[in-house]
Nanobody
Framework: QVQLVESGGGLVQAGGSLRLSCAASGLTFSHSTTGWFRQAPGKEREFVAAINWIESYAESVKGRFTIFRDNAKNTVYLQMNSLKPEDTAVYYC?????????????????WGQGTQVTVSS
């Protein structure tokens, strides 16, 4: 059974940084594609970043966010710098055994429970 557990969310002032973590059991991240998505109140869940052997980013976070993986810990991280109030959302980790970078929610089989990120102005 695959389980993804996110952590690292919280409240931060605009311009600050946070690092989100996604730990997996039952699945090896280095053999999968892992994505981060976010959902703000009243909005659809949207793609943020993904990684397998390369990385991909949404335009809105490019240059500010970095996705990376620690294979020894089987954990994927999302380093978020220069945070803006519009980054406020619940952030979800997602994974799929298909080894292709994908940006749609319906292309990921496994999901975490989400972690809240709030950026104050």
């Amino acid at each position: 059974q695959v389980q993804l557990v996110e952590s690292g969310g919280g409240l931060v002032q605009a311009g600050g940084s946070l690092r989100l973590s996604c730990a997996a059991s039952g699945l090896t991240f280095s053999h999968s594609t892992t994505g981060w998505f976010r959902q703000a109140p009243g909005k659809e869940r949207e793609f943020v970043a993904a990684i397998n052997w390369i990385e991909s980013y949404a335009e809105s976070v490019k240059g500010r966010f970095t996705i990376f993986r620690d294979n020894a810990k089987n954990t994927v991280y999302l380093q978020m710098n220069s945070l803006k109030p519009e980054d406020t959302a619940v952030y979800y980790c997602a994974a799929d055994r298909a080894y292709a970078l994908r940006r749609s929610t319906n292309q990921y089989e496994y999901w975490g429970q989400g972690t809240q990120v709030t950026v104050s102005s």
